[in-house]
């Protein structure tokens, strides 16, 4: 780590073009005591969140990098960053509390004798059972502690159910591996259960996942495909595949594991959106958020959202706003932020722009935050140790490029291998931050910059090179679409 130091800079506003490749000199001057000791200050965390002082910022997170993982059947969400059952804990009974027995239920028990008829005292023995009994009528069909066969759920689901077990540690529904896919024309709601399943799920109608552990990771591509319908995912876990949709998906106090692909879509809707609230997307990610597979990227709303393990990028597109959004690690080679919007012919600039405030990115590969194709505007950044890696040999602190636009205001970059902040035909506006310990401060690639537009209130210390406008490559935010 390089000493740590404050300095106006010196000489930048007198260079610009291609014979300027260095700013000034790095000889630190006498300190300044009326500098801030913070240029970031988050101020009050959110609920659960902790205060973390890091050089020359102040932010919050609701945990340390590299906490120990929880145990099997528990998560923690940023508001609640301790370990917890996923679903609460189990009732003394069989089934859960509160369910009706005036014949709008319809009961299943897995160690129940053939025939039932399907109410409390005679449950149905196979959920089958039920589901045929059932019919075209909408049904709540309550599941019992135990394992049950889910292969009676390949028929199809064509009215309205809601499948509510006990408990997610008891309640076991288990899809058998013999079965192709699961169709959803009729809308359907998994609470207080553990649903393991081998094969995609296609849902035409709205799927809502409540208190329950969601276990998709046998399937090597899409595992939630919603067309022309909702997903909404509540105090709940799910495990590998991906979420790929042409409506929407919300999401709060839960976390997604393992996840290839978080939203994104085959042909999008206008309305298409990606909510994620108090949410935590964890382990390896070998697509990226909020990209599908046509690389179309979607508005995403987030507020108080972790994204950690390996990683390919959160992309976010028009009209996307983001609040306490905390990025750690990520794939080699790929991007923490990235604000997105490109089609064939290359940037469409008519779009809404987007907005993030409390933005930290950590240890990341590539770019911290990038913006192409759009505008974006940042408050309250902190980018910190941004490396090169094996396919991308540029990394970025703040990036713009390809007729992106950013307005960046207190923040702190420091650390990145290549570039504080790296503009190239685009636009780049930076006000009250600190650029510090980079190779270079400034990578300036447009001829005749107005190189003010990069110093309102902002000090860069300590780099190697304060301003540099050579020529280097853009490092190309689109991820891979397979992990290396």
Request: aromatic fraction near 4%; glycine fraction near 14%; include cysteine.
């Amino acid at each position: 780590m390089r000493t740590f130091g404050l300095f106006l800079l010196l000489g930048l506003a007198a260079c610009s073009g291609d014979d300027a490749p260095d700013a000034g000199p790095d000889a630190d001057p006498p300190a300044d005591a009326s500098l801030p000791a913070f240029y970031v200050d988050w101020g009050t965390c959110p609920s659960g969140w902790r205060s973390v002082e890091v050089e020359a910022a102040r932010t919050c997170e609701p945990w340390a990098a590299g906490v120990e993982a929880c145990p099997a059947g528990e998560m923690r969400v940023p508001s609640s960053p301790l370990c917890a059952p996923v679903g609460g804990p189990c009732p003394p009974g069989r089934f859960a509390d509160g369910l009706a027995d005036d014949g709008s239920v319809v009961y299943v028990d897995s160690e129940a004798s053939a025939p039932g008829d399907g109410s409390r005292a005679t449950p149905f023995a196979d959920l089958a059972e039920a589901l045929a009994a059932v019919g075209f009528g909408d049904a709540t069909i309550a599941l019992s502690k135990g394992e049950h066969d889910g292969g009676g759920l390949s028929m199809g689901i064509v009215a309205s159910v809601s499948l509510v077990g006990a408990c997610p540690a008891e309640t076991i529904v288990r899809v058998p591996t013999d079965v192709e896919g699961l169709s959803l024309n009729g809308a359907l709601t998994v609470a207080g259960a553990h649903f393991i399943s081998p094969t995609l799920m296609l849902a035409a109608a709205p799927l809502t996942i409540e208190r329950s552990i969601v276990d998709l990771s046998g399937v090597e591509d899409g595992s939630l495909i919603a067309i022309d319908a909702d997903v909404g995912i509540t105090d709940s876990l799910v495990i590998g595949g991906g979420l790929i949709l042409a409506r929407g998906v919300r999401v709060e106090r839960s976390e997604l594991r393992e996840l290839t692909t978080v939203a994104g879509g085959f042909a999008p809707e206008p309305s298409t959106m990606l909510v994620l609230t108090d949410t935590v997307l964890s382990g390896h990610l070998a697509g990226a958020v909020s990209l599908g597979v046509d690389e179309v990227v979607v508005p995403t709303v987030a507020r108080r959202l972790v994204v950690e393990g390996d990683f390919s990028g959160l992309f976010v597109g028009p009209g996307s706003d983001l609040e306490d959004v905390v990025i750690r690690s990520g794939i080699e080679g790929t991007p923490g932020l990235v604000f997105s919007y490109m089609d064939e012919g290359g940037a469409l600039p008519m779009v809404e722009p987007g907005r993030g405030a409390r933005i930290s990115v950590y240890n990341g590969s590539g770019q911290g935050i990038f913006v192409e194709g759009m505008a974006a505007t940042v408050t309250d950044a902190v980018v910190d140790t941004i490396s090169e890696g094996a396919r991308v040999p540029v990394a970025v602190g703040a990036g713009v490029a390809r007729g992106g636009a950013l307005e960046l205001d207190r923040f702190v970059i420091r650390e990145s291998a290549s570039c504080g902040v790296q503009v190239d035909g685009a636009e780049l506006d930076l006000s009250n931050g600190l650029v510090a310990a980079n190779s270079i401060g400034a990578c300036v690639q447009v001829d005749g910059y107005d190189l003010g537009r990069l110093m309102d209130g902002v000090r860069y210390h300590d780099n190697d090179t304060n301003l540099d406008s050579t020529s280097l490559p853009v490092p190309d935010p689109n991820p891979p679409v397979a992990a290396p």
